[in-house]
């Protein structure tokens, strides 16, 4: 069964070396004419500022029309009438911390929005009445939260249609590994124990009136079951392995079946979506990737009816499939009223007649229409960043090619503008999970650096979700030192072997697993790249491990232990040794720019302290960022343009790219704020793992 916890970075991605094989590479839109001289220059507060309005939403009644824009320094949530000018628009919320997401209740009446403390991921629930009257010096309503218990993070289960002033949550106050189900008043904030979870429940599913139907608990040794419940206890109704997959998507309109995507069996590689009847255990296949490429992507429901009314599945590019009439009329409408471009509807009324729409491509962020389908018509409501130049943008190219053991692995290309295409300098960015995937699409790390004159190679190496089991498998246990790793390397190979590369100037960046791999890549293969950028990424597999938040436990036994390796087993632990770039960093010869969230849940930063300890006692060139107020990745833009000041220098050090010089005073500030001075870095505290020290400084 999937899960959130499986993607290490959930804020934060060739032709065979003997010859064999050869690279596949799509061919980029048709107005992508290559330019004389390079593209100019562009400032990177277009990249990593925040952007001026964003994540819009309507409430299910169309009344209202909210969205995140910047208000007394951090990104919060604004609304205004929905056919009101932004200029009627004001603030509902006034956090100091950046909003990562919110909704709106059933009823429309609150705003809900999830909230953590300085990255430490211990998210609560907060609600807002829209239409409350400004309070204090902040002249916001006044805010909510909803699950007020220290260090305990809040799961939100379900959002029923026929309780709209309720709210089922999971807390994990009782045992931090697992958490117990409540209901939430939300105008009272009242809340009630549903059930007690005793029986080390992983995760529950609830039914579309909010009822508790289902259950998942991994199996020892890893895999799990789906559980019915009943009033006899749970019931078991289907059966996983650690390779396979059950995903629980949505009940359907008849409340007995429950709408899945899997791909449990033998002779099945791409999920599918199926129909599983709760009473029975009885499957019914519903459909499958029409172009029998990829996994089941997703699936669209009515926010009254449940009918499902469309599909999508994403390969190169998305594909969206509608599944009534209706709905096959409406997505016609759309393409015929919306230019050109990937279309995401990201928010709709019940009635469906209105919808928020958003137009979107590689050198677009997005530019988000309100769809009226009485008249058929629709009208821009904003431009997530209508100040970036999209023309100087530079084209992502969705390739393939074949790693040394045949494999045919994806990945995403992007050349600078303007340049040649050949003897480039080059970014290897690698994106995390590793259980995840980069898209085609607007990227704003690829474009910052296309724009610094780098081409930028995104891999899905094996592991990476999307194309079946078979693919992601293929990463079990080979992190490192195995095929995950030589799927980064060969793809670099491939740069140099079709001329795109300067075998000279080949840098490696990424976040999380993409850290990792960074590390990986610099110790393992020392003599291709000139230099490496890991972003909260481990630097041992012991310590990453041995130090997971509580609720992740009930759910290593099925990933990371099946996947990676058991430090409690002596063999396996002694393997992730073997693995750790920690504990072979003599071979490291190119600097190092490491970075990380002092707040990090998931990747603690003593993995970051322990290689710059370790580096600088060996006299090997190392710099170090580290955010006091973040967590897994870089949230608040004082942060990330930090981060981008330090970035385009030191690749521009070590691989000759191009550099903004200007820094204005609050960057500046920020980038002196979390630079750290290696020599004062010390190990203390240690964390398990082998001698090896965790660290303060």
């Known amino acids: 069964m999937r899960k959130t916890m499986l993607g290490l970075l959930a804020p934060a991605c060739l032709a065979a070396l003997t010859g064999a094989g050869g690279c596949s590479r799509k061919a980029p839109p048709a107005d992508t004419t290559v330019a004389e001289s390079p593209a100019p220059l562009i400032d990177r507060e277009l990249f990593f500022g925040d952007p001026e309005v964003s994540g819009a939403q309507l409430s299910p009644d169309g009344r209202w029309l909210s969205f995140l824009k910047p208000h007394n320094g951090a990104r919060n949530i604004w609304v205004k009438g929905a056919d009101e000018p932004f200029a009627a628009a004001r603030p509902v919320t006034a956090d100091t911390r950046p909003v990562p997401g919110y909704f709106w209740s059933r009823d429309g009446r609150y705003v809900l929005y999830v909230q953590d403390r300085d990255g430490d991921e211990n998210f609560h629930v907060w609600a807002v009445d829209p239409a409350g009257q400004p309070q204090g010096e902040a002249a916001v309503p006044l805010a909510r ?292 995937r980069d898209h085609w ?103 990453l491990i041995e130090s997971f938040p509580e609720y992740w436990k009930p759910f290593l036994e099925g990933s990371f232990y099946r996947r990676v390796g058991n430090p409690a087993i002596e063999a396996e632990r002694q393997d992730l040794i073997d693995r750790s770039p920690l504990h072979h960093c003599d071979a490291i010869k190119v600097p190092l720019l490491v970075v990380h969230g002092a707040n990090d849940p998931r990747v603690k930063q003593h993995e970051s302290d322990q290689i710059v300890v370790a580096l600088r006692q060996k006299q090997k060139p190392v710099e170090y960022l580290v955010a006091a107020d973040e967590g897994h990745g870089f949230r608040a833009p004082g942060n990330r343009l930090a981060l981008a000041v330090a970035m385009e220098k030191f690749l521009a050090k070590h691989l000759g790219g191009r550099v903004q010089e200007t820094v204005s005073e609050p960057t500046a500030a920020a980038l002196a704020a979390i630079t750290v001075d290696v020599s004062q870095v010390s190990l203390d505290n240690a964390p398990a793992g082998d001698g090896a020290a965790g660290a303060s400084h």
Request: charged share 20%; aromatic share 10%; glycine share 10%.
């Open 145 to 436: 939260d909803l699950t007020p218990v220290a260090g305990v993070r809040a799961q939100i289960l379900a959002v029923p249609r026929r309780q709209p002033d309720v709210l089922m949550v999971g807390l994990n106050a009782r045992d931090p590994r697992f958490h117990d189900i409540y209901r939430v008043d939300i105008a009272t904030g009242q809340r009630t124990l549903v059930r007690e979870n005793t029986e080390e429940v992983g995760s529950w599913i609830l039914d579309n009136d909010g009822q508790l139907r289902l259950a998942w608990k991994e199996k020892p040794g890893g895999g799990g079951d789906l559980f019915r419940v009943g009033l006899q206890g749970l019931e078991p109704i289907a059966s996983a392995t650690f390779e396979e997959d059950i995903t629980p998507l949505q009940f359907h309109a008849d409340g007995r079946q429950c709408y899945v995507s899997t791909n449990v069996g033998a002779d099945v590689d791409l999920a599918r979506l199926m129909l599983l009847d709760v009473e029975t255990g009885t499957w019914t296949f519903v459909e499958q990737d029409p172009e029998n490429e990829v996994d089941f992507g997703g699936a669209v429901f009515h926010p009254v009816t449940d009918e499902m009314i469309a599909t999508s599945y994403t390969g190169d590019r998305d594909r969206v499939y509608p599944k009534t009439p209706q709905a096959q009329q409406l997505w016609d409408a759309l393409r015929k009223a919306l230019p050109e471009g990937e279309l995401a509807v990201t928010s709709m009324t019940d009635d469906l007649s209105r919808l928020l729409v958003a137009v979107h491509s590689d050198v677009d962020p997005g530019s988000v229409y309100l769809y009226d389908a009485t008249p058929g018509t629709a009208t821009l409501v904003y431009k997530a960043r209508p100040d970036l130049p999209s023309e100087h943008l530079a084209h992502m190219s969705p390739v393939t090619y074949t790693a040394r053991d045949g494999m045919r692995i994806h990945g995403y290309l992007t050349l600078p503008r303007g340049a040649s295409g050949k003897n480039l300098p080059v970014v290897m960015y690698i994106h995390g999970g590793p259980w995840a």
């Open 441 to 543: 699409g607007y990227e704003p790390y690829a474009q910052f650096l296309a724009n610094r004159g780098y081409a930028v190679l995104q891999v899905n190496y094996r592991a990476s979700t999307g194309y079946g089991k078979t693919y992601l498998n293929a990463g079990n246990r080979e992190w490192g030192t195995g095929a995950m790793q030589h799927d980064v390397t060969d793809a670099a190979q491939w740069l140099i072997d079709q001329g795109i590369a300067d075998p000279k100037r080949i840098g490696i960046f990424g976040g999380s697993y993409g850290g990792y791999a960074t590390l990986a890549g610099v110790t393992w293969t020392p003599d291709l790249y000139a230099c490496g950028i890991p972003y909260v990424g481990p630097s041992n597999l012991v310590t």
